[in-house]
C-alpha cells in the first residue's frame, strides 16, 4: 500500500465520472464514536459547517483572512460525512475544504483535515478568437462611446485592463482615453465585452473633456488592441493581437431621426424580410432587442432579426407569412446610436426636467404595409 495509513480519516473531492461540477467533498473512515457524535447534529447545520467548511480560496486575500463557507447540505455516513454544495462548484476557481472536529468538544476524536481542489476547465474544441469588433465601420465619429469585442468562446475575467487599449496616430498608447470600468463589462455568456471610451471627456463642459480633451479627434487614424493575452475558460490565450484601425469622423450629437430612416415593406403572404435603412449606424448590441414589429392586432410577430451594413440595415424575416393590414415597427426608447444617442434625446446635453425624463421613456411606432 506504499506506506498508506487506511486506518485514518481521508477528506476527499468525489465526482460522479465525466461529471466534476456535480461533485461533493466527503470525509470518511471516521471513528465510531465521532460518527455517533455528528449523527446528533445532522439537523444542525450551523454546527455541521463549522466543522465540514468549504470556501472558495482567493489567491489575493490577505494572510489570515476568513472567507465565509460555501452553502450546502450535510449527509451523515455510515463512517463519514458529505457535503453536496447547494450550486455546482465552478470551473476554474479553487476551493478549501476543512475537516476540523473541535466544535463537539472531543478533539481527541481526530485530527484536523484539508485539502484544496478546483475542476478542470472545459477544453475548447476550436481556438479562441476575436469574430468581431462593433462598430464595424472603419471611419467612426469623434464622440464614439463605446466598442463590443465578440470572442468564439467563453473568457476570463482579468485581463482587459492589461490587454485592451486604444493607440494614438503615433501608435503609442492614447492616454485616458478608454474607461476602466471597476468591474470587466462582460454579458451573461463570457463572450461579448463592452469597452466604453471615457464618458467625462465625451461630455462638453465635464472636468474631465475641460482638462483634456475629447478621446478621439477628427481626422486622425486610431487602433483598438486586443492583446493575445486574453484567455478563454481553458486558459488557451489568442493565436495573435489583434487590431482594428479607424479614421475619426465629425462628432454626432442629435437624437436619432427615426422619420429619416427608409422602410422597404415585404409582400403579402411571403416571408420575406421587412428591411430598415438607417442614415447614420445603430448601437449594435441595442438593435437585437429594442426594435419589434406588431402585426394589425398589435400582437408581437415571432422572427429572426439581422443586423449588417455596418449597422446602418436591419431586417426581420417573420416566422410565418406576412398577413395583409397595417403592422407596425416599435422602436423602444433605449435604441441608441454608436455615440450614445438616444431616439429621445442626444447624450451630450444639458440635465433634463422630472417631466422631460419621463417622456423619454415613450417608444416610437412606424406603420408599414405588406404589399
Known amino acids: 500500500m506504499n506506506g498508506l495509513v487506511t486506518n485514518q480519516p481521508l477528506l476527499m473531492f468525489d465526482s460522479a465520472p465525466g461529471q466534476p461540477a456535480s461533485g461533493s467533498v466527503l470525509v ?22 463549522s466543522i465540514l467548511r468549504v470556501t472558495v480560496v482567493e489567491p489575493r486575500a490577505p494572510i489570515g ?9 450535510y449527509q451523515v455516513l455510515e463512517d463519514g460525512v458529505r457535503f453536496v454544495p447547494h450550486f455546482p462548484f465552478e470551473r476554474g476557481l479553487s476551493y478549501r475544504a476543512s475537516f476540523d472536529p473541535r466544535p463537539l468538544g472531543r478533539p481527541e476524536l481526530s ?86 471610451l471615457d464618458p467625462g471627456r465625451l461630455k462638453r463642459g465635464a472636468g474631465p473633456n475641460r482638462e483634456l480633451g475629447p478621446p478621439l479627434k477628427v481626422g486622425q487614424v486610431y487602433t483598438l488592441a486586443v492583446g493575445a493575452g486574453m484567455t478563454d475558460l481553458s486558459g488557451s490565450r489568442l493565436a495573435e493581437t489583434i487590431y482594428k484601425r479607424f479614421r475619426v469622423t465629425d462628432a ?14 415585404p409582400l403579402t403572404n ?3 424580410p421587412l428591411v ?33 451594413q455596418c449597422e446602418r440595415r ?26 450614445g444617442n438616444s431616439v429621445m434625446a442626444a447624450f451630450d446635453r444639458a ?18 404595409y405588406p404589399l
Open 270 to 272: 411571403s416571408r420575406q
Open 314 to 339: 436591419w431586417s426581420f424575416t417573420p416566422t410565418s407569412p406576412w398577413a395583409a393590414g397595417t403592422h407596425h415597427v416599435r422602436v423602444a426608447s433605449g435604441l441608441e446610436d454608436v455615440c
Open 111 to 196: 485530527d484536523l483535515l484539508t485539502l484544496e481542489f478546483s475542476l478542470p476547465r472545459e477544453q475548447s474544441a476550436l481556438p479562441t478568437e476575436v469574430k468581431h469588433i462593433f462598430p464595424s465601420s472603419n471611419h467612426l465619429p469623434e464622440n464614439l462611446l463605446r466598442f463590443y469585442l465578440c470572442f468564439s468562446n467563453p473568457m476570463q475575467r482579468g485581463r482587459v485592463g492589461a490587454e485592451i487599449s486604444l493607440l494614438g496616430p503615433d501608435r503609442e498608447l492614447a492616454p485616458d482615453a478608454l474607461y476602466r470600468a471597476p468591474v470587466e463589462l462582460w454579458d451573461r455568456s463570457m463572450r461579448y465585452l463592452t469597452i466604453l
Open 351 to 368: 440635465l433634463q426636467s422630472g417631466s422631460d425624463s419621463a417622456n423619454e421613456m415613450t417608444s416610437r411606432s412606424i406603420p408599414f
Open 252 to 265: 454626432v450629437r442629435e437624437p436619432i431621426a427615426v422619420e429619416q430612416w427608409t422602410i422597404a415593406p
Open 28 to 49: 470518511f473512515k471516521l471513528d465510531p464514536d465521532l460518527i455517533g457524535a455528528l449523527a446528533t447534529y445532522t439537523k444542525t447545520n450551523r454546527l455541521l459547517q
Open 65 to 73: 483572512d476568513i472567507r465565509p463557507g460555501i452553502l450546502g447540505r
Open 276 to 308: 430598415l435603412m438607417f442614415p447614420k449606424p445603430l448601437d449594435w448590441a441595442l438593435l437585437s432587442h429594442t426594435i419589434t414589429i406588431a402585426s394589425t392586432c398589435e400582437q408581437s410577430i415571432d422572427g429572426r432579426a439581422v443586423v449588417d
